[in-house]
């Protein structure tokens, strides 16, 4: 009775840390292959994709992720339009913020599968930075594919 009380914490433990179901994996590759993404969109690669069933089908959310800036010294600029380098204490917190973000994201051509599309990141707006997806797999056919924002290109209306 004892081996078998302490098996089952394993055996949860295990389950919650499996990846995506097969059926899952053959959804994220089958939308991939198929999904044309608007024109002002980054390459697929470029991507950290994200997906989950929902009401709807399946929907996905692709965050660009743009590789980390090592194009001389970060700052920013001041309200007077001059440059102000970041002090190293900036700098370090920069680069936990990033490795943060990038932890939350994924990186570039990574994909996960969600339980609920409320673990999606968000953006009220992101332009082609964030794309929406729709995709019906009964029928096979794709509901919306749109960068993010008010007209689905990232500008107000």
């Known amino acids: 009775m004892r081996t078998r009380l302490f098996l089952v914490p394993f055996t949860i433990l295990a389950a919650s840390c499996a990846g995506p179901s097969n059926r899952e994996q053959v959804l994220m590759e089958e939308i991939e292959r198929k999904v044309l993404l608007p024109r002002e969109a980054s390459p697929l690669n470029r991507y950290a994709r994200h997906y989950a069933f929902t009401g709807k089908g399946v929907e996905a959310v692709y965050v660009a992720i743009y590789p980390p800036s090592n194009q001389g010294e970060m700052g920013f600029v001041?309200?007077?339009?001059g440059w102000?380098?970041?002090?190293?204490?900036?700098?370090?917190?920069?680069?936990?913020?990033d490795a943060a973000w990038r932890l939350r994201l994924g990186e570039a051509n990574s994909r996960r599968w969600h339980a609920l599309d409320s673990e999606f990141p968000s953006a009220?707006?992101?332009?082609?930075d964030y794309v929406n997806i729709g995709y019906d797999p009964v029928t096979k056919q794709f509901l919306y594919v749109e960068c993010n924002g008010p007209d689905g290109r990232g500008r107000p209306d």
Do not use: F, K
């Not at 001041?78 to 339009?81: I, L, P």
């Not at 970041?86 to 917190?93: P, Y």
């Not at 009220?124 to 082609?128: A, E, F, L, N, Y």
């Open 84 to 97: 102000r380098p970041l002090t190293e204490a900036e700098t370090r917190e920069a680069e936990v913020s």
């Open 124 to 128: 009220d707006d992101g332009g082609c």
């Open 78 to 81: 001041t309200e007077d339009w």
